[in-house]
């Protein structure tokens, strides 16, 4: 009878799975393994692809017999929304501080390069150092092979990872790469798995030891933000570029790297609130004391609230060399920076600076500046002008005092960053105190849980 139930299950599981995969455009495949006793076979190895037919999900016989009791359906969706997470692609503008006009490219396996899906690609051999410059009108692709010219839009493919060089730096991308010659710059435009870019950007954001477990909570605040900012740049033709402004992209991860890692163990996890995926913002220090979104944005941003980092009697980014920071700043580069933006120009001379209104956190929220005119701005954008112009050693965050002394103004502050969401320096503490990514992510985003894509 037990034989007969698991059979009768099996079936309908099947049938089931074939028709919830054709229903997603996905492809069903199963093979049948293993060496059971009395030749019966003991898994069914079950396989959703896409149009590229990789195998993105497997489910063993035993596994079916555990979820014989629950509902066939709810596994079917689980499986269904696994394969369907695997296939979603992010587009990455890379080098995109760069004014680029040429570069070189490595790739390990054949390179294949098409003008557009109606032209025959031309293949380049495997290992052929290729020379990609833009000029007048069209992209030119120099190798040992010769010289081959192509119009404005270039598409490169191949089997295995490539290797960009821009200005003495290395990228390592994956092989799916649109380049566009505007006639001035270069648009390198790396479309990838998403999950390959969350373990970039983990690689790239984080930089601690000593925890693993804060290096998952990272890969789930990166995945979060991904996820909840997709297509941020999608007027200019892609989704993130690869700076701070997104989030740090320096290129794929190595498999033995600690942000691949944390990727893999969080596959597919996310912060939502509300069911929503969240904009899981995060910076580098709060300084004691997180950001309410009202002190950076001007509206509210859901899920974001500001926090004590404190725990256990310790404020956890104490360790951190931006707790606390000082820096003086002449007057001259001083107005010279507040000069740059008409917003925070107050005319020929400087003569004051002060905080009239601050956050929750006690971060600045407007910023007013006396000189020849008197300015009222946001601070947030006080703090951008500022970064933009001395750098962003100079004034850290917005949680700051100023006083005028002689020539110089004097900012004392803490933190660094926007403050908004997690501390990476209290995550890695938390994390080497014993707590687990779950804890971390509950103390920095407490109204937020924790779900799938
Ligand atoms: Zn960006
Ligand atoms: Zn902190």
């Known amino acids: 009878m037990k034989i007969k139930k698991l059979f009768l299950f099996t079936v309908i599981f099947i049938f089931s799975c074939c028709l919830a995969a054709q229903a997603s455009n996905l492809w069903l495949s199963l093979r049948a393994t293993g060496t059971p006793p009395k030749g019966w ?14 195998e993105i999900a497997v489910l063993p016989l035993n596994v079916i017999a555990n979820e014989a009791k629950q509902s066939y359906k709810s596994k079917i969706a689980a499986l269904l929304s696994e394969a369907r997470n695997d296939q979603k692609t992010v587009r990455v503008r890379i080098f995109s501080l760069q004014n680029l006009r040429e570069f070189i490219i490595k790739p390990s396996s054949k390179l294949e390069v098409s003008e557009s899906g109606e032209k025959k690609p031309v293949f380049l051999k495997t290992g052929e150092k290729t020379e990609i410059k833009g000029s007048g009108d069209k992209i030119f692709l120099k190798s ?138 995060y910076h580098s220090t709060c300084g004691g004391k997180t950001a309410e979104a009202c002190e950076i944005f001007t509206e509210p941003a859901d899920g974001i609230e500001s926090i004590k980092d404190f725990l256990e009697g310790k404020t956890l980014c104490r360790n951190s060399p931006h707790f606390k920071w000082k820096s003086v700043v002449s007057k001259e580069r001083l107005l010279s920076a507040l000069q740059s933006d008409e917003l925070s120009n107050p005319g020929k001379f400087l003569a004051k ?60 502050g803490r933190g660094c960053g926007h403050g908004l969401g997690m501390c990476q320096w209290g995550a890695a503490e938390m994390g080497r105190s014993g707590a687990s990514f779950r804890q971390i992510l509950k103390h920095y985003y407490p109204e937020a849980e924790i779900g799938n894509i």
């Open 353 to 412: 600076i002060e905080v009239p209104v601050r956050g929750k956190s006690g971060r600045a929220r407007m910023v007013k500046i006396t000189g020849e005119k008197v300015k009222i701005l946001p601070g947030y954008q006080f703090w951008l002008i500022l970064g933009n112009n001395l750098g962003w050693g100079e004034v850290e965050s917005t949680w700051f005092d100023v006083k005028k002394s002689g020539n110089d103004f004097i900012f004392e």
């Open 41 to 54: 076979v003991s898994n069914i190895i079950f396989a959703f692809s896409g149009s590229t037919r990789r």
């Open 144 to 281: 040992k092979s010769g010289v081959k010219t192509f119009a404005g839009v270039i598409y490169i493919k191949s089997k295995s990872p490539l290797i960009v060089r821009s200005g003495g730096r290395d990228k390592k991308i994956y092989c799916n790469l649109k380049v566009s010659w505007t006639g001035k710059n270069l648009i390198l435009i790396n479309r990838m798995p998403v999950e390959s870019y969350v373990a970039g950007v983990t690689d790239s954001e984080f930089s601690f030891s000593g925890s693993t477990e804060a290096w998952k909570a990272q890969a789930v605040v990166a995945r979060s933000y991904a996820v909840a900012c997709m297509g941020r740049h999608k007027k200019e033709g892609y989704d993130f570029c690869d700076s701070t402004h997104c989030q740090n992209f320096r290129g794929l991860s190595s498999r033995d790297s600690a942000g691949f890692a944390a990727a893999g163990q969080t596959k597919g996890l996310i912060l939502k609130y509300k069911g929503k995926p969240l904009s899981a913002f």
